[in-house]
């Protein structure tokens, strides 16, 4: 019995030991999430849209959602995109 408990420990610490501190292995997935967030952008218009808003008919333009922030577009009021 007191064979297996080690052999859990053991295992448990090889899981946890490789990565960095545990708080940022829960930060990261987050991270990633908010920066996976893609939104579409005319040519011409000043606002990001969710794809298959009718103003993509011209031209849509992938571009992460921070991108579009930081770049002044603001979001599109017919197709609610993410903020
Ligand atoms: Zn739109």
Redesign the pocket.
Known sequence: MPKKILLLILLCASLVMPGAPVSSTFQTPLAQQQQSQTV?ITRTGH????VG????SHSSIPISLREAEANGYA???????PQ
């Open positions: 579409y606002k990001y849209h969710r808003c009718r103003y993509l979001p599109c009021s017919i197709c609610n995109p």
